[in-house]
């Protein structure tokens, strides 16, 4: 409990003890806190997902220094611009308390907010400029100075080793039920593997990548709209770009819910689509490949397809990763995202159109 070691963590970071608050946090509990009279956010580092946060925290204040650098360069706002993470009174990134919790302190953006869903196609734009400034910035940081904090996360020939291994050992006995979706996910493997293959062949750049590209990843000014930086940096590590504009669409585009189980509603907004193209676009002209550009739009299939066939597995596995509502959870999240890479095949022709316009 926090509560416990509260004045030796407040003590570590200087920030005050009273009006200490809990603000949630789905994979990190946050708190609201103070240091000499400006907001910030004090975190606890869930090590059950990050089980080195020597390795976390080294990537976050490299990624995060960069940044600052570039932005004071280029007469950018630093304090703004990145999130300005706070080190301890003796130099460290993060304090570890008696029951051995970690816990970090960061700079709060006032006037900011986040959102957890597309209301427009502009504030989409906003977030893949937000996006494709990141990666812009750190496009000249050399990723193999980063530690791969979850291993091979983007790895899709592995993940679909993982789910061979779940339909083999069959564990709870839900393969019968669900042939459907093994076919349709087996049919789409002589895809899996291009984007780890362009890596591993260098005709693909290895980046700096966020790999958690979810709309509430953004901080948007609460006034004007604009996006003012990317939050969230837990998954930083080596990657492609791919993976981040993929993934985003995954999340972004589509017009249900990633539970909906009535798949009509499912439907890839194209005009979703263009919006965050443009916007990563307008970042990224003078700095992404050929080759890169070229999978943009089928990255948007391979990240659904990597994300329905991690739910499946799950579901084959008896529902240990993902956190489930009921017993067919993750099934219906792989139908739903095994619809969503239907309707982008049906539309790879525009989007590959929409890509070449906006670049």
Not at 43 to 72: A, C, G, W, Y
């Amino acid at each position: 409990m926090i509560e416990r070691y509260l004045s030796d963590i407040c003590g570590a970071f200087g920030i005050k003890s009273e009006g200490i608050s809990f603000g949630g946090g789905h994979i990190n509990d946050t708190y609201s806190a103070e240091k000499d009279g400006y907001p910030c956010v004090l975190q606890r580092i869930n090590t059950e997902v990050f089980k080195n946060p020597d390795e976390v925290m080294s990537n976050i204040f490299r990624v995060t220094s960069h940044l600052r650098l570039k932005l004071k360069t280029s007469n950018g706002d630093a304090d703004r611009g990145t999130l300005h993470f706070l080190k301890t009174a003796d130099g460290a990134p993060y304090f570890k308390d008696g029951d051995g919790d970690c816990f970090r302190v960061y700079r709060f953006i006032e006037n900011s907010i986040t959102v957890e869903t597309v209301s427009k196609p502009a504030q989409f734009y906003e977030a893949a400029k937000t996006f494709g400034r990141f990666q812009n910035m750190l496009a000249d940081f050399p990723a193999e100075q980063l530690y791969e904090t979850i291993q091979q996360f983007h790895d899709t020939p592995n993940r679909v080793k993982q789910l061979n291994d779940a339909i083999n050992s069959d564990c709870c006995g839900r393969v019968k039920e669900c042939s459907p979706e093994l076919e349709y996910a087996m049919k789409q493997v002589p895809e899996a593997g291009i984007v780890c293959g362009a890596i591993a062949e260098s005709a693909v750049p290895c980046r700096v990548t966020h790999n958690d590209t979810k709309l509430n990843n953004v901080l948007f000014d609460e006034k004007t709209g604009e996006g003012i930086c990317v939050i969230d940096l837990d998954t930083v590590m080596p990657g492609s770009l791919l993976y981040d504009f993929g993934d985003a669409l995954r999340f972004g585009a589509n017009t249900a819910a990633e539970d909906e189980t009535d798949l009509d509603k499912v439907v890839f907004d194209l005009n979703l689509f263009e919006a965050f193209t443009k916007g990563f676009a307008s970042e990224l002209k003078n700095t992404i490949t050929p080759a890169e550009k070229e999978l943009l739009a089928f990255s948007a299939k391979l990240m659904t397809y990597e994300c329905g066939i991690r739910f499946l597995a799950d579901f084959l596995n008896g529902d240990t990763y993902f956190k489930t509502k009921y017993r067919n959870h993750n099934l219906d999240r792989a139908r739903n995202q095994f619809q969503l890479c239907r309707q982008i095949d049906l539309k790879r022709n525009e989007m590959n159109k929409i890509v070449n316009e906006s670049f």
